[in-house]
């Protein structure tokens, strides 16, 4: 590649990258560093908040890892996660594929597929929580039974819309990635599969689903990690309840350091969420291996 001039374009000096790469670096460590450090000598300290800061030494991480809530809390953090995306990621891979094609009613389509994302979960909640209110919803309204059901008064039932409404929400931002991955996929494999007789079916089995491997490791890794931090849609839909069937960690992290005022306890689950969050990280990297890289830039 040559300049206007017939000259080869100038690179920039090695030991100028290092200072390109500053200001990103004081950003990550203005808001992800120096706060999670704070957190975790909190976690070590007896504090409600507006007063003074009492070291406790390990006596709040005693606390909290001997509270019977803790496993619960887990628990319902690890199912949320499960089931979440057990149901996003088939869904999202076929929307993605299907938003791939060339034909113009599908990128209107996916404008419209993309519209709950926009929405702010908290306004998404209060939506939901109108619509299926047993006596003034949506059911009530047009007498439909099914629908008149006391949604969030019953535990299975809070757990499946909280899955629900959190599908919804975040379904149309992995299509878009499935969307990019399916578009990147080489259209000379899918001649060959023709010209071998494979139908539509085969294709999406024998080559889309194998080229979206390292696709679907970077979207999984996207969607459990973001649902160790589920707050306001499950704070507002259910608080937690019925009883603790929808008590999520970071739902607990709020509930005992802003209304127990037990800041030492919160910060030190915030960190117990900080370390389930790499650890998931590292175990999907671990799964899409060490050349996971460099086989997304040969799909493109």
């Known amino acids: 590649m040559t300049s206007l001039s017939g000259h080869p374009p100038r690179r920039a000096p090695r030991s100028i990258l290092p200072w390109l790469a500053m200001p990103a670096l004081v950003v990550f460590v203005g808001f992800a560093v120096i706060p999670l450090v704070?957190?975790?000598?909190?976690?070590?300290?007896?504090?409600?908040?507006?007063?003074?800061?009492?070291?406790?030494g390990l006596t709040t991480w005693r606390t909290v890892l001997t509270d019977p809530g803790l496993p619960?809390?887990?628990?319902?953090?690890?199912?949320?996660?499960?089931?979440?995306?057990?149901?996003?990621?088939?869904?999202?891979?076929?929307?993605?594929?299907?938003?791939?094609?060339?034909?113009?009613?599908?990128?209107?389509l996916g404008v419209v597929?993309?519209?709950?994302?926009?929405?702010?979960?908290?306004?998404?909640?209060?939506?939901y929580k109108a619509l299926l209110d047993p006596n003034f919803g949506l059911g009530a309204g047009?007498?439909?039974?099914?629908?008149?059901?006391?949604?969030?008064?019953?535990?299975?039932?809070?757990?499946?819309?909280?899955?629900?409404?959190?599908?919804?929400?975040?379904?149309?931002?992995?299509?878009?990635?499935?969307?990019?991955?399916?578009?990147?996929?080489?259209?000379?494999?899918y001649e060959a599969a023709q010209l071998d007789g494979a139908g539509r079916i085969r294709q999406f089995f024998s080559i889309t689903l194998p080229q979206l491997k390292y696709t679907i490791i970077t979207s999984s890794t996207l969607?459990?990690?973001?649902?160790?931090?589920?707050?306001?849609?499950?704070?507002?839909?259910?608080?937690?309840?019925?009883?603790?069937?929808?008590?999520?960690?970071?739902?607990?992290?709020?509930?005992?350091?802003?209304?127990?005022?037990?800041?030492?306890?919160?910060?030190?689950?915030?960190?117990?969420?900080?370390?389930?969050g790499l650890a998931l990280a590292l175990l999907l990297r671990r799964l899409g291996g060490r050349d996971a890289g460099a086989s997304q830039l040969e799909g493109a």
């Open 223 to 276: 969607m459990v990690v973001g649902s160790l931090t589920f707050f306001d849609l499950i704070f507002i839909l259910t608080e937690g309840g019925p009883g603790d069937a929808t008590r999520v960690l970071a739902l607990d992290m709020y509930k005992r350091g802003f209304k127990a005022s037990l800041m030492g306890p919160a910060s030190a689950i915030a960190v117990i969420l900080v370390l389930v």
């Open 38 to 56: 704070g957190v975790f000598a909190l976690s070590f300290t007896t504090w409600d908040g507006i007063g003074a800061i009492h070291l406790s």
């Open 142 to 189: 047009l007498r439909i039974e099914v629908l008149s059901q006391d949604w969030l008064g019953r535990p299975g039932l809070a757990f499946g819309l909280v899955v629900f409404v959190v599908s919804w929400q975040f379904i149309p931002f992995h299509s878009l990635i499935y969307q990019g991955g399916v578009q990147q996929i080489p259209k000379s494999l």
């Open 113 to 127: 597929y993309f519209i709950p994302l926009m929405l702010s979960s908290a306004a998404i909640a209060i939506a």
């Open 72 to 108: 619960h809390a887990l628990w319902v953090t690890f199912l949320v996660m499960a089931v979440s995306w057990a149901v996003q990621t088939p869904l999202s891979i076929l929307l993605g594929t299907f938003m791939a094609g060339r034909q113009r009613y599908r990128a209107v």
